[in-house]
Nanobody
């Protein structure tokens, strides 16, 4: 199974930016798609963004126009560029690799905290 390791989280003021990285232990072409999810305290984990092996992207409505997901196949890494961050973006962010519609690999998460 491919291991995923997130990095890039931290504390930022509202309106600021962060770039999260998800490094895979093997080729990311092992996955049909890779995505970012987040979970705030007391809330369910929710979808943020996804990019397929063909490069198709989609986003949650709450982040459209502010977040951008991308991939560097040579580095086996997926990124999440987050701009104009809001306090409601505060959460633990998780990377997910989808082998199929029901078989996934998750990273350990990275914390993003946005202060007002």
């Amino acid at each position: 199974q491919v291991q995923l390791v997130e990095s890039g989280g931290g504390l930022v003021q509202a309106g600021g930016s962060l770039r999260l990285s998800c490094a895979a232990s093997k080729s990311i072409f092992n996955f049909n798609a890779m995505g970012w999810y987040r979970q705030a305290p007391g809330k369910r984990r929710e979808f943020v963004a996804q990019i397929t092996s063909g490069g198709t992207t989609n986003y949650a409505d709450s982040v459209k126009g502010r977040f951008t997901i991308s991939r560097d196949n040579a580095k086996n890494t997926v990124y999440l560029q987050m701009n104009n961050l809001k306090p409601e973006d505060t959460a633990a962010y998780y990377c997910r690799g989808a082998y199929s519609s029901s078989f996934y690999s998750w990273g350990q998460g990275t914390q993003v905290t946005v202060s007002s």
